[in-house]
DNA sequence: AACGCGGGGGT
DNA sequence: ACCCCAGCGTT
């Protein structure tokens, strides 16, 4: 079903000038919304308190910004179903849009309503899904069409909490449904958005890796009461393209003249020692190589490469008698020898696969692969 | 608050 | 090599 979308402002080929793009349509009431902020946020550490003519500037600077830079994302476009959006939203945790992109377009072809991804077999989810990382994250969006289809009428719910009860949602993606699907007042709170209103407002490079309540609440006060769908997505555009971790592009900035970062002479914070990223030899490599070989494998040929196979494959894995294996089907032995590859002596990569089984993999039987 | 969780592109 | 990315759930 189609829900009505707020507009979220396309780049609007022309002049500087229209500041102020009232909202579309959107759901008429708003009981359960925060209340307008007046008052200036309560102080806490770092965070310094914002005068409402200050705050008012930068909101206008970053809308009219928006308004003239808006990627034409699809996601955006007003027809864009909630559907689209949630799916949208949870693909986008800890992914780059671009990454997101052509995923995104298959999916929602493929399964345009929750009650779709609800009934398609968790192979197909998962190899759909593809190497867009975090396949946990498939398997929660699919659970979460299921509880859409079964308990709210296949209608992405409107009200945040119901949202943030979701499997994979959190407050992000709540706050981000809520704001630009239903066009209600939300506290889209990304990772853009903190360093955007960190540098502007608290003069520092970065936040804390942590989001803490004092500073939700900081930012809640920042949203205006008027196009704040414009002003999250606006600020969430100026961090993705402008106000970006490493070499921010201040030059194009539009709020060069009102950032408390940029006046303080742009100062680099403490060097925080962050620990190597290790990933090569690591369980999480190994455990990455196992999705990727199966969903390999099971794309090709699902009929070589069903469920119970994958309960044996943990039995000729732990064995590490290649006798044994030759007994599987061609692409599962593939799979296996080249996960083999990685782990000489087996005996990580059989204690990971008997953690995939335990937890599920086996016990799915024809919904397909079940990875954590 | 701190971890663990994928994977690819940019610098 | 390392950093970063429209975070979430668990401990």
Not at 17 to 46: C, E, F, K, N, Q
Not at 116 to 136: F, M
Not at 152 to 170: C, I, Q
Not at 195 to 220: I, Q, Y
Request: glycine share 6%; charged share 25%; hydrophobic share 45%.
């Amino acid at each position: 079903m189609t829900h009505r979308r707020t507009t979220q402002v396309t780049p609007a080929s022309e002049g500087p000038g229209h500041t102020t793009r009232t909202s579309s349509p959107r759901d008429s009431a708003d009981p359960s919304s925060l209340s307008a902020p007046r008052a200036v946020p309560s102080a806490a550490p770092g965070l310094p308190q914002v005068s409402e003519g200050r705050s008012a500037e930068v909101q206008r600077l970053v809308i009219d910004w928006f308004s003239r830079n808006a990627r034409p994302l699809p996601w955006r476009d007003r027809d864009a179903s909630a559907w689209s959006i949630l799916v949208c939203e949870v693909m986008s945790q800890q992914t780059p849009v671009a990454r997101v992109l052509p995923r995104w377009r298959e999916w929602m072809r493929r399964w345009p309503t929750p009650a779709d991804l609800a009934a398609a077999p968790a192979s197909d989810v998962l190899i759909a899904w593809d190497s867009l990382g975090y396949p946990r994250r498939a398997l929660r969006l699919q659970e979460t069409a299921a509880a859409i289809a079964d308990r709210h009428g296949n209608e992405v719910p409107h009200d945040e909490d119901r949202l943030l009860a979701l499997p994979g949602v959190g407050a992000y993606t709540a706050a981000a449904v809520t704001s630009f699907a239903y066009g209600r007042r939300a506290v889209v709170l990304d990772v853009n958005v903190r360093r955007v209103l960190g540098r502007v407002f608290a003069a520092v490079e970065h936040r804390p890796a942590s989001l803490t309540a004092a500073e939700k609440r900081w930012a809640r006060a920042l949203v205006p009461a008027q196009d704040h769908v414009e002003w999250n997505a606006g600020t969430m555009e100026l961090g993705a393209l402008v106000c970006t971790a490493r070499n921010p592009d201040c030059a194009r900035c539009p709020l060069l003249d009102a950032c408390a970062w940029v006046a303080a002479g742009k100062p680099s914070d403490p060097t925080v020692v962050r620990r190597a990223q290790a990933w090569a030899g690591t369980d999480r490599q190994l455990r990455g190589a196992i999705m990727r070989t199966l969903r390999t494998a099971h794309a090709e040929d699902a009929a070589a490469v069903p469920t119970h196979l994958l309960t044996a494959a943990t039995a000729a894995l732990t064995a590490d008698d290649a006798e044994a294996l030759a007994a599987y089907p061609s692409p599962l032995r593939t799979a296996i020898g080249a996960v083999r590859d990685l782990d000489a002596d087996g005996a990580r990569t059989a204690r990971l696969v008997d953690d995939l089984v335990r937890d599920g993999l086996a016990a799915r039987d024809d919904r397909g692969i079940r990875l954590p």
